[in-house]
């Protein structure tokens, strides 16, 4: 990686940001304020937006090896995300059975980011190229 530790600060970051975020939409007892599906899909949206401005200001410092950065950028932040998750959101009584597919998954679209930007980016002299 050209940065291990731009890398790991970007990754908390990605996590951090929309977790703090998110308790905009909660009351002081913790009781959430909107409709379920309302608030997962504005943490998605949100959780998007932010990350895509972390992988601009990561790929910056980039010069070679695009996709391969990509790819280890975005299964670092992803595997980041799970651990920070699971040290937060399992404690709060969130059962692992639920988290996994309600949101688990949903950190499948950090690799699939980072890799997109490294192959826009290694193709960006190449425009016969096809992906």
């Not at 504005?42 to 932010?50: G, L, P």
């Amino acid at each position: 990686m050209k940065s291990i530790k731009k890398a790991i600060v970007f990754g908390f970051l990605s996590w951090l940001v929309p977790f703090i975020f998110s308790f905009l939409f909660f009351s002081p007892k913790g009781e959430l304020l909107i409709n379920q599906l309302l608030f997962k899909n504005i943490m998605v949206v949100s959780a998007t937006w932010f990350t895509a401005f972390l992988i601009i200001k990561y790929f910056k410092i980039v010069d070679k090896n695009y996709v391969k950065e990509g790819l280890l950028l975005g299964f670092l932040w992803m595997v980041m995300n799970l651990v920070l998750d699971m040290v937060t959101l399992v404690p709060m009584g969130k059962a692992i059975g639920d988290y996994l597919p309600q949101i688990g998954l949903g950190y499948l679209m950090i690799p699939a980011m980072t890799i997109l930007a490294g192959k826009i980016l290694e193709n960006k002299n190449k425009p016969d190229e096809k992906i």
